[in-house]
């Protein structure tokens, strides 16, 4: 899988909207933001809301979900409506001092990290029949895993959302 330039360019500017200044050290992040999405774990995401728009994004890793929050303009793009199945390339990372502050995780966490950063493959990628696909890599039960977490999560007033292009902003 890999990042698709039309998309890198429509997020860039026209939901980024950056300045010509910056856009320089955006395109910089290109070959990164490419590596992370073919290179990163694949894991199921369900949408969470379409008014705003937020994702809820699992990990086995850590056995938790994260809230990403997207410009609404994207649900129309992608005809996304509550409950949708989605997947993301998921980056981890280690911490000393302990987990990102709206990570809790579950029963199951593998104890090897402490953050991960997820990337939606459907924004990113033009490999889209291929994305739809690996919606079937996860089971019932996984599904059924992250339906209960997410829901969990929003009942347990932790509803704090990412910003779901971070990628973007780490030049």
């Not at 992608?78 to 949708?84: H, N, S, T, V």
């Not at 199945?85 to 104890?111: A, H, Q």
């Not at 599904?143 to 780490?170: A, I, P, S």
Request: aromatic share 16%; charged share 35%.
């Amino acid at each position: 899988m890999h990042l698709s330039k039309k998309k890198f360019k429509y997020i860039r500017d026209k939901l980024i909207v950056v300045s010509p200044k910056v856009k320089k050290a955006y395109n910089n992040q290109f070959d990164r933001i490419d590596e992370f999405l073919s290179c990163g774990d694949t894991q199921p995401a369900i949408v969470k809301s379409v008014e705003p728009l937020i994702i809820s994004a699992y990990s086995d890793e850590l056995d938790a979900v994260i809230f990403l929050r997207f410009p609404d303009v994207l649900v129309d793009k992608y005809k996304l409506k509550i409950d949708d199945r989605l997947v993301t390339s998921n980056i981890y990372e280690r911490y000393l001092d302990g987990f990102e502050k709206d990570i809790s995780p579950g029963d199951f966490w593998l104890g090897r990290y402490s953050n991960y950063n997820p990337l939606v493959q459907l924004f990113l990628s033009d490999e889209e029949d291929f994305i739809r696909k690996r919606i079937e890599l996860f089971d019932e039960d996984k599904w059924k895993r992250v339906e209960m977490l997410t829901q969990e999560k929003h009942n347990n007033g932790k509803f704090v959302c990412r910003y779901g292009f971070y990628c973007f902003n780490r030049y």
